[in-house]
Every structure is written in C-alpha cells, then in structure tokens.
C-alpha cells in the first residue's frame, strides 16, 4: 500500500517561496502509470488542482497558478516536490500531495493527509 | 479548461437514499471520480470510472453519468457518509485537473 507524506515549513513569509516535498513509500515513483500531483484547499473551501509531473517527467499546472509554479521530482529519493514563488495571504492552504492512476481511468487513489501552510509576517 | 458544477449542500434522511450531481463539459468526454472528505481528513475516493469502487468502500456507493452530468448515488445512507462530496476530471484538454466545488451531505 503507497503512502505519501507531505512535509515543509508551516509558515512563510510573504512575497517567499512556498517549498514543500512529498515523500512516497511502498512504491516507485519511477512508475510509469502514475502521475504525481498537489492539490490545495484554502480554509472552509473545496479542493484544488496546482499541478501535476507525469511519469515522462512532463509537467502540467493550474493556469491561474502556472507563473509562479513547478513541480519537480528526485526519484533517487523517491519524492517529489512543490514551489510556489511570490506568496501572499491567499496561499494559505492545507495542501496535498496525490497519485493519479492513469491506466483506463485518471482518478487519485493515494493523498498524504496534508501540510497546513500560513502565509503571514 | 472546464469548470464542474455541483449543489453546495444536500440533506437525507437516514437509510434514505440521495443522489449528488456534478456537471461539466469534460464529462462528455471523461469519467467523474468522487471523493469523500471528513472534517480534518485527506479526501478518499468513493468511485472511479464507470462506476468502480475501491476495496473497502461499501456497496450502497455507486456513480452513473449521461451526457454532461455525473451522479454519485448513496443508497440508504448511514450517519457516517455526512460528509463533503468532490467530483473530479480531465478537462477538455486532457491535461488540466479539474475538481467540483464540493457537496456538503447532511444526514438527518
């Protein structure tokens, strides 16, 4: 059974760099039917999509998001991880490091249980 | 990109049953994935696909779709389904994720 664990300062400036790393056991990932995303969700609110890297190494973000994103991944550590560059207040979030399958259907089949981040001075 | 529409709040009567909706363009195209959310908990998928579901969610749990519209079907509801509900799918791209703003399942 993976699991992820997502980890990283809960609190950052404002106007820094969010940096979190999601760290995945009890499977590769180097496989190559799996996509590796983070997801969020501000306070009392619903989730959403930041962006992905796919198994080709290709990545892919939220459009509202894509200038201050990248996600990148160390198989050696079999991690991946999250950037987002310029926060602000409205960053405040729990967020979540996901697996997507992607063989038949793409549907999240394993989350970390989330890294709460405040985004105050 | 493609947005999913859901009903922010739903109410059922215990052992009832409810159906929750989500609606978008991409859902012509892809299948809806459903998660279910407890307060203070990571989302866990209740379907997937057609209408599969993981080892150990239970069978009262089951998805349809026509056309625009994917529904997740709770047949008798428990108290432990109250619950926020997400649906989730590619958008018309295929390479965007999109999620639902969430269903809020209140079970009296």
């Known amino acids: 059974q993976v699991q992820l664990q997502e980890s990283g300062p809960g609190l950052v400036k404002p106007s820094q760099t969010l940096s979190l790393t999601c760290t995945v056991s009890g499977g590769s990932i180097s496989s190559g039917t799996y996509y590796w995303s983070w997801i969020r969700q501000h306070p009392g609110k619903g989730l959403e999509w930041i962006g992905y890297m796919s198994y080709s190494g290709n990545t892919y973000y939220n459009p509202s998001l894509k200038s201050r994103v990248t996600i990148s991944v160390d198989t050696s550590q079999n991690q991946f991880s999250l950037k987002l560059t310029s926060v602000t207040a409205a960053d405040t979030a729990m967020y979540y490091c996901?697996?997507?399958?992607?063989?038949?259907?793409?549907?999240?089949?394993?989350w970390g249980q989330g890294t709460l981040v405040t985004v105050s001075s | 990109s493609s947005e999913l529409t859901q009903d922010p709040a739903v109410s059922v009567a215990l052992g009832q049953t409810v159906r929750i909706t989500c609606q978008g363009d991409s859902l012509r195209r892809y299948y809806a994935s459903w998660y279910q959310q407890k307060p203070g908990q990571a989302p866990v998928v209740v379907i997937y696909?057609?209408?599969n579901r993981p080892s150990g969610i239970p069978d009262r749990f089951s998805g349809s779709s026509s056309g625009n519209t994917a529904s997740l079907t709770i047949t008798g509801a428990q108290a432990e389904d109250e619950a926020d509900y997400y649906c989730n799918s590619r958008d018309n791209s295929a390479d965007h994720v999109v999620f639902g703003g969430g269903t809020k399942l209140t079970v009296l």
């Open positions: 996901a697996r997507e399958v992607t063989t038949g259907y793409n549907w999240f089949d394993s």
């Open positions: 696909g057609k209408n």
